[in-house]
Every structure is written in structure tokens, then in C-alpha cells.
């Protein structure tokens, strides 16, 4: 870049800088709507995370294909057997919390997985295809991939 052309390019700058000016002051109303609305909306996200992200109802149980749901408010013990009506997983609904309480998987990851009570969570059982999640009613894994 010669010294000619560094030159026009500072002029060409500073006009788009005095233009910029000249719009930011001709448009302050605009820009006082901008951040009101900007404020609005992050509002509206941080209040939705408030009420969604931490108060699931529905404790999401998937095993094998089949999927079923049982409200997180309601205790409940729910026993999974496999084809056989071999006993395998003990899950417990208790106070808003979901556990494994038994397993007879090899690792036992699933039990030391603990208690989940947050939307989004699970306890997965690797060996017997088990996964315990936490849901919105309504709010389904796959409607969650589609948002992201
Ligand atoms: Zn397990």
C-alpha cells in the first residue's frame, strides 16, 4: 500500500465515521427501541430457562424401543425386566427425584449415576439400554435436537 492510498483510506474512514455519528443521532430513538427490545428478549430467554430448564413433571424411562413416561410427582418404584421377565433395573421416584436403586449390570454405572431432579438430565444403564431422563410434558428429545 503506498502513502497516496493510506491516505484515501483514512479520508474514506473518517467520512464513514462522521456518517456513522450522524446516523447513531438520527436514529436514537431507534437505537432506545433496539435495547429495549434486545433487553426483552434476554429477559424472555432467562425467565423461560427459569421455568422450563428446572421444573420437569415427567420422568422419561427408554428401554429398548419402548418409551415410557411417569409423572416426576407421583412416588413411584418401577421395576424393568427385560423380554424374559428377567429383573434387571429398580428405578425410584421419590420427592421430585429419580434414582437407580438396583441394578444388576456388571459396572453399576447407572447407581452411581445418583439422583437427578433438573429438565435435561438422565441416568443411562449402558448394559441393559436404559435411559432415565427428565422432561417437560410435552418437551421430547427429539423436539430438543430439532431446537438445537
Ligand atoms: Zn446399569
Not at 15 to 23: D, E, M, S
Request: overall charge positive; proline content about 3%; charged content about 25%.
Amino acid at each position: 500500500m503506498n502513502a497516496r492510498a493510506f491516505i484515501t483510506l483514512v479520508q474514506e474512514l473518517t467520512v464513514i465515521k462522521v456518517k456513522f455519528k450522524q446516523t447513531i443521532k438520527n436514529n436514537r430513538a431507534n437505537i432506545t427501541i433496539l435495547i429495549i427490545l434486545i433487553f426483552l428478549i434476554v429477559a424472555f430467554f432467562l425467565a423461560r430457562n427459569f421455568f422450563w430448564s428446572d421444573t420437569p413433571d415427567t420422568v422419561v424411562i427408554q428401554h429398548n424401543d419402548s418409551i415410557k413416561e411417569y409423572p416426576l410427582s407421583e412416588d413411584n418404584d418401577i421395576a424393568i425386566m427385560d423380554i424374559l421377565n428377567n429383573y434387571h433395573n429398580l428405578v425410584i421416584i421419590k420427592d421430585g427425584k429419580v434414582w437407580m436403586e438396583k441394578a444388576d449390570c456388571p459396572d453399576k454405572l447407572c447407581m452411581k449415576q445418583g439422583k437427578i431432579s433438573k429438565e435435561g438430565q438422565s441416568i443411562v444403564c449402558l448394559p441393559h439400554k436404559i435411559i432415565v431422563s427428565l422432561r417437560k410434558k410435552g418437551h421430547s428429545p427429539e423436539m430438543d435436537a430439532v431446537a438445537k
